[in-house]
């Protein structure tokens, strides 16, 4: 059974920084592409960021470039998201998720992309 377990969520002031962790199991990690997905509050899902399988490939949403950084540690089967420069806007709360296979990472920049979620942990940023 497929299992990702998010944490590291919280409240952060703006301009401030929050390291998001999961947690995978059940499956074999290092067979696909993870994704963090975002929901803010009364809006739809949004794609943040997408990590290839070895790790040596990253996307980004517009909207985060330059501020999240997705990696990922195999041997631990973890995948992290370092947010910094954080802004209200990007209160939400964040899944990770399991890519569709065989797709490419550059067309993996929708929800609809990712099959398997966690149950999210919960991202603030409010003074």
């Known amino acids: 059974e497929v299992q990702l377990v998010e944490s590291g969520g919280g409240l952060v002031q703006p301009g401030g920084s929050l390291t998001l962790s999961c947690a995978a199991s059940?499956?074999?990690?290092?067979?696909?592409?993870m994704g963090w997905i975002r929901q803010p509050p009364e809006k739809a899902m949004e794609w943040v960021a997408a990590?290839?399988?070895?790790?040596?490939?990253?996307n980004y949403a517009e909207f985060v470039k330059g501020r999240f950084t997705i990696s990922r540690n195999n041997a631990k089967n973890t995948v992290y998201l370092q947010m910094s420069s954080l802004k209200p806007q990007d209160t939400a709360v964040y899944y990770c998720a399991t890519g569709l296979r065989g797709r490419n990472i550059w067309s993996m920049t929708s929800p609809s992309e990712y099959n398997s979620w966690g149950q999210g942990t919960q991202v603030t940023v409010s003074s």
């Open positions: 990590i290839s399988r070895s790790g040596a490939t990253t």
């Open positions: 059940g499956f074999t990690f290092d067979d696909y592409t």
